[in-house]
C-alpha cells in the first residue's frame, strides 16, 4: 500500500506517555501516524524510534495555538495535556488552555477535515466520587476552584465541547475517560504515585505516601488501555467510556507492593495529603465489556515487573533527579 492509501491519524501529545503507546500501536496496524506535541511535559525518546519510518511525522507545536495539518486526515486522537498532579499544579493555565482551547482548535479541524475525533478524558470528571465504582452516568463531584479545578474542568469542558460538535455540526466523535494509567515511558519523576514509588524503592529512600494512605486507586497497564482505546476508536459509540482496570487497592498497598517487588528495605513515610485528593477510584467498565468487548487482561503484578524493567534500563543520572 503506498502511503497515500493509507489511513491518516493525527495524535497530539505524541512525544508523552499515553501518546507514544498510541504513535506505536497505529504504526503497527500500518496507519501514516503524524504526531504533534509541544514537549512541555513529553521526552522524544519515547518516540525517536519511529522518525526514520516513511508512515511517520512530526510537528513540534502547541495545540492550544490554531492547529494546521497539510492533507487529509481520517482520524484524530486528542491527547496532549498535562496529566500528572504535579505537572498540571506547576502549569496550570496551559492545561486549561490545551483542554479548552486545544480541543476546540482540534475539533474545528476534525470538522474541516470529515474525520472522526476521539478525546482523551479522565476519571477526574467525577472528582472525589460519592458512588463507588463510577459509571459513566455518575456526574461527579468536583471543586472547580480547588487546585485540581485546572485539570479537572478542563476535561469537563473538553467532553461538553466535543458532545457540541457532535449534536450541532454531527462531527465524529468519541471520549475516553482514562482511569490511572502505568507502564513504561511514564516519567520517573512526574510525580503520579506509581512512578514516585518506583524511584523511590530503586534509590533506597523511603516511600512518601500522602495523608493516612487509605486513600484507593485502581490501575490499569498501559497495553491494556491502548487496546481499549483502539477498540472505542473504531466503534460506533459516541457517548463517554470508561476505561481502566477496575482492581482497587489502597496507596499504602501499592506501596507495600512495590517494596517487596523491588526487594528493597524502604519503608513508608507519611506526608501531608494534597488538597482534593480523591479518597476513592474504581471504574464500572461494564459498558466497555459489552460494547467493546474489552476487558483488561495485565495483571499488576505482571504489569509492575514489565514497568520495573523498564526504569531500572534507564541512565542511572535519571534515577537521581527530582522536579518536586
Ligand atoms: P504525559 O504528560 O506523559 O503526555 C502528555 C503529552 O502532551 C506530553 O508529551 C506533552 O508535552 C503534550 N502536551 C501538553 N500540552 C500540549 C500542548 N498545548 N500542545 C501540544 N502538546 C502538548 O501524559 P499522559 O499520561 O500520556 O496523558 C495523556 C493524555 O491522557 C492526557 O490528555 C491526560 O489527561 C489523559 N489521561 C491520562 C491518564 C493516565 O493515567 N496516564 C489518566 C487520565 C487521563
Ligand atoms: N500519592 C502518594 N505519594 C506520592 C504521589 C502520590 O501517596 O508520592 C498518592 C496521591 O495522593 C493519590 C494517589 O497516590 O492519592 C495517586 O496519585 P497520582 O498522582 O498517581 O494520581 P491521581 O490519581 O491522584 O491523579
Same mark, same amino acid.
Given at each position: ?6 489511513k491518516?491519524?493525527l495524535? !497530539?501529545g ?5 501518546g507514544?503507546?498510541?504513535? #506505536? ?7 501514516? +501516524?503524524i504526531?504533534m506535541? /509541544?514537549m512541555?511535559?513529553? #521526552? ?21 495555538? =490554531?492547529?494546521?495539518?497539510p ?7 486528542? =491527547? ?5 498532579? +504535579? ?10 488552555? %490545551? ?9 474545528g479541524?476534525a470538522?474541516?477535515?470529515c474525520?472522526?475525533?476521539? +478525546?482523551?478524558?479522565?476519571?477526574? %470528571?467525577?472528582? #472525589?466520587?460519592?458512588?463507588?465504582p463510577q459509571?459513566?452516568e455518575?456526574?461527579?463531584n468536583v /471543586? ?31 471520549? %475516553?475517560?482514562?482511569? /490511572? !494509567?502505568?507502564?513504561?515511558r ?8 506509581? @512512578?514516585?514509588f ?22 490499569c ?10 477498540r472505542l ?6 457517548? @463517554? ?8 487497592? !489502597?496507596?499504602?498497598d501499592?506501596?507495600?507492593?512495590i517494596?517487596?517487588?523491588?526487594? /528493597?528495605?524502604s519503608k ?8 482534593d485528593?480523591? *479518597? ?6 461494564? *459498558?466497555a ?6 476487558n483488561?487482561?495485565?495483571n499488576? *503484578?505482571?504489569g509492575?515487573?514489565?514497568t520495573?524493567?523498564?526504569y531500572k534500563?534507564? @541512565?542511572s543520572?535519571?534515577? *537521581?533527579?527530582?522536579?518536586?
Open positions: 500500500m503506498d502511503k497515500q492509501e493509507k491518516r491519524i495524535i !497530539t505524541a512525544a508523552g506517555f499515553l507514544s503507546h498510541l504513535c #506505536d500501536r497505529f504504526i503497527a496496524e500500518d496507519f501514516h +501516524v504526531g506535541d /509541544n512541555i511535559t513529553g #521526552d522524544l525518546r519515547n518516540i525517536e524510534h519511529l522518525f526514520k519510518l516513511p508512515n511517520f511525522d512530526f510537528y513540534h507545536h502547541d495545540v492550544s495555538k =490554531f492547529v494546521h495539518v492533507g487529509k486526515l481520517d482520524y484524530i486522537l486528542h =491527547f496532549a495535556s498535562p496529566a500528572s498532579p +504535579v505537572d498540571y499544579l506547576r502549569i496550570p493555565i496551559q492545561t486549561l488552555k %490545551v483542554g479548552s482551547l486545544g480541543t476546540h482548535n482540534l475539533l479541524l470538522k474541516s477535515k474525520a472522526r475525533i476521539l +478525546v482523551a478524558s479522565t476519571s477526574e %470528571v467525577y472528582g #472525589d466520587p460519592l458512588v463507588s459509571p459513566e455518575y456526574w461527579g /471543586n472547580p476552584v480547588g487546585p485540581r479545578g485546572v485539570y479537572d474542568e478542563a476535561k469537563r469542558f473538553q467532553e461538553a465541547m466535543t458532545m457540541a460538535y457532535h449534536n450541532v455540526h454531527g462531527l465524529d466523535t468519541r471520549i %475516553v475517560r482514562i482511569f /490511572n !494509567t502505568y507502564g513504561p511514564m516519567r520517573l519523576n512526574d510525580g503520579r504515585a506509581l @512512578p514516585t518506583i524511584a523511590q524503592a530503586l534509590r533506597g529512600e523511603d516511600l512518601t505516601v500522602f495523608g493516612d494512605g487509605s486513600q484507593t486507586r485502581s490501575f497497564y498501559v497495553l491494556d488501555q491502548i487496546e481499549g482505546i483502539f476508536l473504531l466503534s460506533d459509540y459516541t457517548q @463517554p467510556m470508561n476505561i481502566g482496570n477496575p482492581d482497587e487497592l !489502597t496507596i499504602n501499592m506501596a507495600r507492593e517494596i517487596a517487588l523491588t526487594g /528493597n528495605q513508608i513515610r507519611y506526608v501531608s495529603l494534597p488538597i485528593d480523591p *479518597k476513592q477510584r474504581r471504574p464500572d467498565i461494564g *459498558k465489556n459489552r460494547i467493546l468487548n474489552w483488561p487482561a495485565v499488576r *503484578k505482571e509492575l515487573l514489565q520495573l524493567n523498564y534500563q534507564l @541512565p543520572e535519571e534515577l *537521581k533527579q527530582k522536579n518536586f
